[in-house]
């Protein structure tokens, strides 16, 4: 079965700094990978997806992700973090099988941004 | 692109009674949706995927009778928690997929009280 690890469950950064979030997954084939963004009281919205072709993947909101496969890691970075960042973020893989659009969550990591 | 929506954003209910969250698809159709659960500091839990025309899928240890699920439509999904209870209370997410993305309501903050 598939899974996400989000070892970081709070993670507190400068205003300014820079910032890595990590995620690892399990699962038997490519995956499609996913971040998301969750406000307090909000929906979650999709900061970018990796399905193939370039590991390095650009998102909203100046957010880029690598995909490494030898790692089995997805991580989620940003090079100058801004207050407007706090949130918690969501790694999530999928789907779970063919024509399925199922998706697997990682527990989450909730940033915190220092003024 | 790509927008769903959710009714009630905020709902506050008293206990044994039942209320209805309705999830849209703006702008596409969807033929799957998904029902997702989220306690407080925790991450999404799936409780069902529902089908445009047939039944949902709970997942294990879902309620089928409490959590009543209709996709009467390609943009519509509703979730209609019976006989509500204080431990019912919870944050509800829906989503919508199109080709393997899911796009995320905004949420609905149910209270029983």
């Known amino acids: 079965a598939q899974s996400v690890t989000q070892p970081d469950i709070h993670i507190t950064v400068s205003e300014g700094a820079s910032l890595e979030l990590r995620c690892n997954y399990s699962y038997g084939a490519t995956p499609y990978l996913f971040w998301y963004v969750q406000s307090p009281g909000q929906g979650l919205q999709l900061l970018l997806k990796y399905f193939s072709g370039d590991t390095l993947v650009q998102g909203i909101k100046g957010f880029e992700a690598e995909f490494k496969r030898s790692q089995s890691s997805f991580n989620l970075r940003k090079p100058s973090v801004h207050w407007s960042d706090a949130a918690e973020y969501f790694c999530?893989?999928?789907?779970?099988?063919?024509?399925?659009?199922?998706?697997?969550f990682g527990k989450g990591t909730k940033l915190s941004v220092i003024p | 692109g790509a927008v769903v929506s959710q009714h009630p954003s905020r709902v506050i209910c008293k206990s044994g009674t039942s209320v209805k969250i309705e999830c849209r698809s703006l702008d596409f159709q969807a033929t799957t949706m998904f029902w997702y659960r989220q306690f407080p500091k925790q991450s999404l839990m799936l409780m069902a995927t529902s089908n445009e025309g047939s039944k949902a899928t709970y997942e294990q240890g879902v309620e089928k009778d409490k959590f009543l699920i209709n996709h009467a439509s390609l943009t519509l999904s509703t979730l209609t928690v019976t006989s509500a209870h204080p431990e019912d209370s919870s944050f509800y997410i829906c989503?919508?997929?199109?080709?393997?993305?899911?796009?995320f309501g905004p949420g609905t903050r149910l209270t029983v009280t």
């Open positions: 989503s919508a997929g199109q080709v393997y993305e899911q796009y």
């Open positions: 999530a893989v999928g789907p779970s099988g063919a024509g399925s659009y199922q998706l697997t």
